[in-house]
């Protein structure tokens, strides 16, 4: 079984900044409001996710670190219509195989956490406010071929930052902190539930991306067949657009994903208002009816495969194009 993990591990643990993506995920589908990413030596030698969610029960522990251990599927007729981050419950066994791994944990109801140690297996009662703290330390230390696959400390921090920056952009009402080597890298303040979304999503996107962005796109919000696509967020205007496509980011009910129904969609949108080979900034959100989207594609989930993609293609030409006023042919 440790060999299935470590050969599952290849596919959903890669660097640093995949750990991250996964344990950012759990932290979000434990209902946290604050999560606090810690890295030391780009991510390497430490890794450790705090949040403010429902923690786990002692009893639990050791279940989570099993593979197809999970607490958010309960049949396969559900896996078709998963809504939350994760539902194959493998990552947690895969990066316990190719790390040392602990979790510590106290749901709010417990009057006290427990550390369950993933190598040794050891279970014992420790200190912590309701949450739960996950530490991978020395990812790939008993696979030295993967470890050489690593880039440099700054590298592997660039792509843990960025693995973070994509969450954030999906939650503004989660704060997200992150810290390297003890020093605090980015801190993104959660905005207040009771603001409008649109405008929570400007405020993160200008802590997160810079007031540039904001100030230079356009609110986009559409919804298409009675409500079965719905595509909100900001599309930039014609002179911000850059000469790489490093401000392109689309979520799929709620999660970060690369698609290229979305992606040639977007720039089919600009086509006549985008010259040379720019690349257009946006944040686009689309809200789908689960049974349209398969996200079961990847081991990662950062794929999608929509049932009608030209139906998606359209709606998301329509919206960008309504936003920026571009007249239809
Ligand atoms: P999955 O997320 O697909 O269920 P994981 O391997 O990522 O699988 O996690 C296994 C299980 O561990 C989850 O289903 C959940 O019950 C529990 N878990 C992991 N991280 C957290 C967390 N931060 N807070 C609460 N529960 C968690
Ligand atoms: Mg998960």
């Known amino acids: 079984d440790e060999l ?10 890669e660097r640093p900044a995949s750990v991250v993506r996964e344990l950012v995920d759990n932290a979000l589908d434990a ?3 604050q999560i606090t ?18 923690g786990i029960p002692p009893a639990e522990l050791p279940i989570a670190l099993r593979r197809h251990a999970t607490s958010k599927v309960r049949d396969l007729q559900e896996l078709e219509g998963v809504t939350t981050m994760g539902f194959r419950g493998e990552a947690l066994a895969a990066i316990a195989s190719v790390s040392q791994t602990s979790i510590l944990s106290r749901p709010p109801e417990a009057d006290s956490a427990w550390l369950l140690d993933a190598r040794s297996g050891e279970l014992r009662r420790a200190a912590r406010a309701p949450g739960t ?10 696979t030295p071929a993967r470890r050489k696959f690593l880039k440099t400390d700054a590298t592997e ?12 952009l999906a939650r503004p009402d989660v704060g997200f902190a992150i810290w390297h080597e003890g020093k605090l890298v980015e801190q993104w303040r959660a905005v207040p539930p009771e603001t409008e979304h649109s405008q929570a999503l400007a405020r993160r996107l200008a802590d997160v991306l810079g007031q540039e962005f904001v100030d230079n ?10 409500g079965a696509i719905t595509i909100s967020g900001r599309a930039g205007l014609p002179d911000a657009a850059r000469n790489r496509a490093d401000q392109q980011y689309c979520y799929v009910n709620g999660r970060f994903v690369r ?13 006549d208002v985008l010259h040379g080979h720019k690349q257009p900034i946006y944040a686009l959100y689309v809200r789908i009816d689960p049974l349209r989207v398969d996200v079961n594609v990847h081991p990662t989930k950062i794929e999608v495969r929509f049932r009608d993609s030209r139906e ?7 919206a960008i194009e309504d936003a920026l006023a571009v007249p239809r042919a």
């Open 4 to 13: 299935i993990s470590q050969i599952a591990a290849g596919e959903v643990v």
């Open 37 to 54: 990413v810690r890295l030391l030596a780009g991510g390497v030698r430490l890794i450790s996710v705090e949040d403010d969610g429902g």
């Open 133 to 142: 703290t996950l530490e991978v330390k020395e990812l790939f230390f008993s």
């Open 259 to 271: 698609d290229k129904v979305i992606q040639h969609a977007a720039k089919a949108a600009y086509e």
């Open 217 to 226: 796109s356009l609110p986009v919000h559409r919804i298409f067949n009675n």
């Open 31 to 33: 209902g946290a409001r």
């Open 312 to 318: 998606v293609h359209q709606a998301i030409k329509h």
């Open 157 to 168: 921090l660039a792509h843990c930052i960025e693995s973070v920056r994509r969450h954030a």
